[in-house]
């Protein structure tokens, strides 16, 4: 089985000597890099199995196709390269693990809970944001579609307030990774991706201005793809109309 070590890995799934295999996981989303899996409960990893759990994969096959040969040569030699930038996301998210503990507040990021084996490489386990009836929440451009928008605007801008108020560094938020979820009766919106900063030399960790204009920015783009406007001064998103007596900043 895989074995702890002190990148926080855990033991994966019964199938294949803890090793997970794919193939028997239902792929939920696909991203520009990874690919992404609902782990069912009996298939957790020990002291996991009451926790609904999704895992992140990255596409190791296909960076290796299309990447130029001087690239494939050092993923050749070090192939473990690929998962630097998961590793970031997990070493960020242990950092607002240590903000949660001091402060007592639950940051809008699902938790980390370890790496893991699998049958197309190394993945990583995280907590998998679902609705009041245990599927995966719906994401903001979801509930754009469905014309309910109204009921997403208070989570939201609580969001909103955590990612400002704690730095959080998020430089790809998008209304596709954004969710409604609900937790323990009370709805929250979490951004299941997107976070932490994967270049070497990090601005935005340095720079709460920088990294508070970079939300902005994101937030705004929002804007151009759903139902929702922004107010830049008072940080909050809402639904245009004369009732509202704001327009949009952008």
């Known amino acids: 089985m895989t074995t702890i070590n002190h990148h926080n890995e855990v033991p994966g799934g019964p199938e294949t000597n803890g090793v997970f295999d794919v193939a028997h996981l239902?792929?939920?989303?696909?991203?520009m890099r990874r690919d992404v899996y609902r782990v069912p409960a009996h298939m957790a990893p020990k002291g996991h199995a009451n926790k609904p759990l999704i895992?992140?994969?990255?596409?190791y096959a296909e960076y290796s196709r299309n990447r130029p040969f001087m690239k494939r040569l050092v993923r050749a030699v070090a192939p473990y390269i690929d998962v630097r930038i998961y590793?970031?996301?997990?070493?960020?998210?242990?950092?607002?693990?240590?903000?949660?503990?001091?402060?007592n507040i639950k940051l809008p990021i699902p938790a980390f809970y370890g790496f893991v084996e699998t049958t197309v490489g190394q993945g990583s386990l995280w907590?998998?944001?679902c609705d009041g009836e245990g599927n995966l929440a719906p994401t903001l451009?979801?509930?754009?579609?469905?014309?309910?928008?109204a009921d997403v605007i208070d989570p939201l801008n609580e969001c909103v307030d955590l990612l400002y108020a704690h730095h959080i560094v998020a430089p790809d938020v998008h209304k596709g990774n954004l969710v409604l979820a609900t937790d323990q009766g009370r709805h929250r919106v979490m951004l299941i991706d997107g976070f932490a900063d994967h270049r070497?030399?990090?601005?935005?960790?340095?720079s709460a201005r920088k990294n508070a204009a970079g939300l902005q920015k994101r937030f705004l783009s929002i804007t151009r793809t759903t139902g929702l406007s922004y107010d830049?001064?008072?940080?909050?998103?809402?639904?245009?109309g004369p009732e509202n007596g704001r327009q949009s900043s952008i």
């Open 26 to 31: 239902k792929k939920v989303a696909e991203g």
């Open 127 to 129: 907590e998998a944001a």
């Open 141 to 149: 451009a979801q509930i754009d579609d469905a014309g309910l928008l």
């Open 200 to 206: 070497i030399f990090s601005t935005r960790s340095l």
């Open 232 to 240: 830049v001064a008072r940080r909050r998103f809402f639904l245009p």
């Open 87 to 103: 590793r970031k996301e997990a070493r960020y998210r242990r950092k607002l693990s240590r903000i949660e503990s001091k402060t």
């Open 55 to 59: 895992l992140k994969v990255p596409r």
